[in-house]
């Protein structure tokens, strides 16, 4: 199974920014598309973002207007820019391939406080 790796989260207060990064090896991002979804503890994972091959980006919830995925030039890797945040974006974010595998990676933390 290709192993996914997420990093970048951190603490910000609320409206606040920030960048996770989403690392694949090899042309993984060339030939599959890929997710990111956030999970609180005590909740299923939930949907956050999806991103085609051909860069068709989709995002749910409460991220339409504020994240924004974007890909490096080698497509190594997927960002997803997440602006004004808020307290309920807190969570551990994870990036995995489409459609789902079942595996996960270790995901960022993002913690958002008021």
């Known amino acids: 199974q290709v192993q996914l790796v997420e990093s970048g989260g951190g603490s910000v207060q609320a409206g606040g920014s920030l960048k996770l990064s989403c690392t694949a090896p090899g042309n993984t991002f060339s030939t599959s598309a890929m997710a990111w979804y956030r999970q609180v503890p005590g909740k299923q994972r939930e949907l956050v973002t999806t991103?085609?091959?051909?860069?068709?980006?989709s995002y749910y919830g409460s991220a339409l207007g504020r994240f924004r995925l974007s890909r490096s030039d080698d497509r190594k890797i997927v960002y997803l820019q997440m602006n004004d945040l808020k307290p309920e974006d807190t969570g551990v974010y994870f990036c995995?391939?489409?459609?789902?595998?079942?595996?996960w990676g270790p995901g960022t933390h993002v913690a958002v406080s008021s």
């Open positions: 995995t391939l489409l459609p789902l595998t079942g595996a």
């Open positions: 991103f085609g091959i051909g860069d068709a980006a």
